[in-house]
Structures are given as C-alpha cells and as structure tokens.
C-alpha cells in the first residue's frame, strides 16, 4: 500500500471514527503542519503535545517519508482531508436539527 494512501486511511480513522465525531482543531492544524512544513519547523510544532521521545522521533521518521510525496500530491490529500471534515461537520449539523 503506498504511504500516502496509509496517510489517509489512518486520517480517517482519526476523524471519523464515529458518525457524529467532530474534528479537533489541533488534529487539523498538525496534520496540515506536518504535510507542508519542513521538518525543523515541524518539531517546534510538535512540542505542543506532551509525547515521549519515542513517539516524537517516530513521527518524524514518517514525516520524513511523507516528506518525499511531491508537493501535489500532498495537496491532494489535504483537499480529501478537508472534504471528510466537511461531510463530518455537515453530519454533526445535521444531527443537532
């Protein structure tokens, strides 16, 4: 499976693991974060979170692959990401009326 399809698919379960889940800002703005920002920027970003070491250098390890997706494809999936926000968000409306 390619890595940004894992990308995605893992976006997903994140986001939308229930019908009426609303997305976490912090969860878009890291995710939007670690698509385009270049890794040293990212890791002042990352220390928003209280992580283990272990998890922080896991992260940029993958980042680091992600890294290597050309920038139009990363594009790509952050218009999908934001089309699945959208449609949770519209749902979360929809179940308030």
Do not use: H, Q, W
């Amino acid at each position: 499976m390619r890595l940004s399809l894992s990308v995605l698919l893992v976006t997903l379960v994140l986001c939308c693991y229930e019908a009426n889940a609303v997305v976490c800002p912090a969860v878009l703005t890291d995710f939007t974060a670690f698509l385009f920002l270049k890794e040293p920027a990212y890791k002042i970003e990352l220390k928003r979170f209280p992580a283990p070491p272990e998890a922080y250098e896991a992260k940029l390890e993958v980042k680091r692959c992600t890294d290597k997706i050309s920038f139009g494809n990363r594009v790509l999936i952050s218009k999908a990401l934001g089309k699945i926000v959208l449609k949770c968000a519209y749902n979360d409306i929809a179940s308030l009326l």
